[in-house]
């Protein structure tokens, strides 16, 4: 290449506006274009605003004393298109971040929509178990509590005939009501406390885990014997 060809070589084209977006005190950055992508959200309005430059503050970055961890994610729905949601976050406070960024909770991910309902679906499950027998509730009124609208009309049918395929839902498809879903999860957790206890005693009263017993058939037969003796 000669220095008269260096002369009249085109301009690189410029790049696009770049954006510093610090929330919380982690510092993000990003295109005006990829703002955009989401119209009426406030990011995107921030980016189509003819005078962002004059809101900047004195490190050219825009501050918003906001949840970094939510707003990871937030600021990759502009990049994908794809609403996620952390599993670390309680669904009420990445319902709040979601409503302040102007999104809606409807463009959460299927993948994700169980994780970010299930404290509200808990909430509302429990309000079905405070019911106060003693408020004299007829049997219809409590069905419609419990989520079950086809209670028989027939006052001849027992209360167990009525009720009873909807109890064994109850225990046996989380999926079929609220009520249910609550019941897995309850039962999950406890699963899951029960587990750390007997790990936990095991650990106390025997360094031998259960697992070590099952692969070491000799410490198997010590352990029996021991028990034996005992």
């Excluded at 993000?28 to 809101?55: F, M, N, Q």
């Excluded at 990049?79 to 406070?93: E, I, M, N």
Aim: glycine share 4%; aromatic share 10%; net charge negative.
């Amino acid at each position: 290449i000669t220095h008269c060809s260096l002369l009249y070589l085109p301009p690189s084209p410029p790049l696009p506006p770049e954006i510093i977006l610090n929330v919380g005190g982690t510092r993000h950055e990003t295109y005006k274009s990829t703002l955009k992508t989401l119209p009426g959200t406030r990011l995107a309005l921030l980016a189509s605003d003819s005078d962002i430059d004059s809101v900047l503050d004195q490190l050219q970055q825009y501050f918003f004393d906001r949840h970094p961890g939510v707003f990871a994610y937030v600021l990759n729905y502009y990049r994908t298109g794809k609403l996620h949601c952390p599993a670390d976050v309680c669904g009420p406070l990445f319902e709040e971040e979601l409503s302040f960024w102007g999104i809606d909770e409807t463009d959460v991910e299927p993948c994700c929509w169980m994780t970010y309902r299930q404290h509200r679906d808990a909430e509302e499950a429990l309000d079905v178990f405070e019911l106060n027998v003693d408020n004299g509730d007829e049997d219809d009124e409590i069905g419609k509590r419990l989520g079950i609208e086809d209670v028989a009309a027939d006052g001849n049918v027992s209360l167990w005939r009525k009720w009873q395929p909807r109890i064994w839902n109850l225990f046996e498809d989380p999926y079929s009501s609220r009520a249910a879903r609550v019941r897995a999860h309850v039962e999950l957790k406890q699963r899951e406390k029960f587990r750390e206890v007997s790990d936990s005693d095991w650990t106390q009263s025997d360094p031998v885990r259960p697992s070590q017993t099952q692969s070491d058939p000799v410490r198997l037969s010590q352990t029996i014997h021991q028990t034996r003796s005992d």
